[in-house]
């Protein structure tokens, strides 16, 4: 079964820092993977996607993603954070042509203006 | 952009009673809707996958007769959570899923509802 690790659990930045989320899949096959926000009382919202192409992808909001395969890794950029940018961010994968999600656990980015 | 509602977005019952959850595709038709129960600072669990007019498929530790999921149109997915007990108390999310066609044959992308959260007493 695959498993979506994301190291870092809690981030605190100041404005206008530089970001970078871990994550690390388990999957030795061909997926799709993505990076999704969850704004405080608010829905998940897909940042980006990645399903073939260019391993470097961008997304809404100044977010950015390159997928390593060799490292099994899809982490996440933002060259200067903004206070809006607090939330909790998940990365997620599934295995090409299966629906389902799986999820990591989770980063609460902290933002301090 | 695509919606996904739910209903309701918070409910508190007795243990023992039974709660429907609704999931809604507002403006698009969704072959595949999924629900997702989210514990206090942790991830999303994929419970279960709806398929409209087919049994759902449940994932490992799921039990199928408490969390009863219906997928009666294309637009509409239900969980009712049966005979409900205080540690089912949790944040429940289901997203939904139209196919879209990529250069690696079905791609989906998910677009999630804003969760119910379920206290039972």
């Known amino acids: 079964a695959q498993s979506v690790s994301q190291h870092n659990h809690h981030v605190i930045l100041s404005e206008a820092a530089s970001l970078e989320l871990g994550c690390n899949y388990s999957y030795g096959g061909t997926v799709n993977l993505f990076w999704y926000v969850q704004y405080p009382g608010q829905h998940l919202q897909l940042l980006l996607k990645?399903?073939?192409?260019?391993?470097l992808v961008k997304g809404i909001k100044g977010f950015e993603a390159e997928f390593i395969k060799s490292k099994f890794s899809f982490n996440l950029r933002k060259p200067s954070v903004q206070w809006s940018d607090t939330a909790e961010y998940f990365c997620a994968v599934n295995e090409a042509g299966r629906r389902a999600l799986t999820f990591g656990s989770g980063t609460r980015l902290q933002v301090q203006p | 952009g695509a919606v996904v509602s739910q209903h309701p977005s918070r409910v508190i019952c007795k243990s023992g009673t039974s709660v429907k959850i609704e999931c809604r595709s507002l403006d698009f038709q969704a072959t595949t809707m999924f629900w997702y129960r989210q514990f206090p600072k942790q991830s999303l669990m994929l419970m279960a996958t709806s398929n409209e007019g087919s049994k759902a498929t449940y994932e490992q530790g799921v039990e199928k007769d408490k969390f009863l999921i219906n997928h009666a149109s294309l637009t509409l997915s239900t969980l009712t959570v049966t005979s409900a007990h205080p540690e089912d108390s949790s944040f429940y999310i289901c997203s939904a899923s139209p196919l879209i066609r990529g250069t690696s044959g079905g791609v989906d992308e998910q677009f999630f509802g804003p969760g119910t959260r379920l206290t039972v007493l």
């Open positions: 990645y399903f073939s192409g260019d391993p």
